[in-house]
């Protein structure tokens, strides 16, 4: 069993950035590949991000890629995601998960993985 909390979300302007963080309990985090979703009001939840076991792969959604890093520390159980150049449309509930097995992005969808986090809010002004 993995408990995932996230925090670090809020509100932030346009152009500027935050870090978000993911803490787990149990001993085989490092086991586990890590997530970052988010949902938008009114849309459905999206795939952000992903990063392997051992920290050495990492993958992003199109919209994100050069703005956002996912990273892991597994002494300390946590994976973070740092956002860069945030836009109003990065506005979103942020979730965490996490999914055994290989690095597979294609894997990496909303009903496949195994754990869930109840998410932080992220805010954009304009």
């Known amino acids: 069993q993995v408990q995932l909390v996230e925090s670090g979300g809020g509100l932030v302007q346009a152009g500027n950035s935050l870090r978000l963080s993911c803490a787990a309990s149990g001993r085989t985090f490092s086991f586990y590949n890590m997530c970052w979703f988010r949902q938008a009001p009114g849309k459905e939840r999206e795939y952000v991000a992903a990063?392997?076991?051992?920290?050495?792969?990492?993958n992003y959604a199109d919209s994100v890629k050069g703005r956002f890093t996912i990273s892991r520390d597994n002494a300390n159980n946590t994976v973070y995601l740092q956002m860069n150049s945030l836009k109003p449309e990065d506005t979103a509930v942020y979730y965490c998960?996490?999914?055994?097995?290989?690095?597979?992005?294609?894997?990496?969808?909303?009903?496949?993985?195994?754990?869930w986090g109840k998410g932080t809010l992220v805010t954009v002004s304009s």
């Open positions: 998960a996490a999914r055994s097995g290989p690095f597979d992005p294609s894997y990496f969808g909303s009903y496949n993985m195994n754990y």
């Open positions: 990063i392997s076991g051992s920290g050495g792969r990492t």
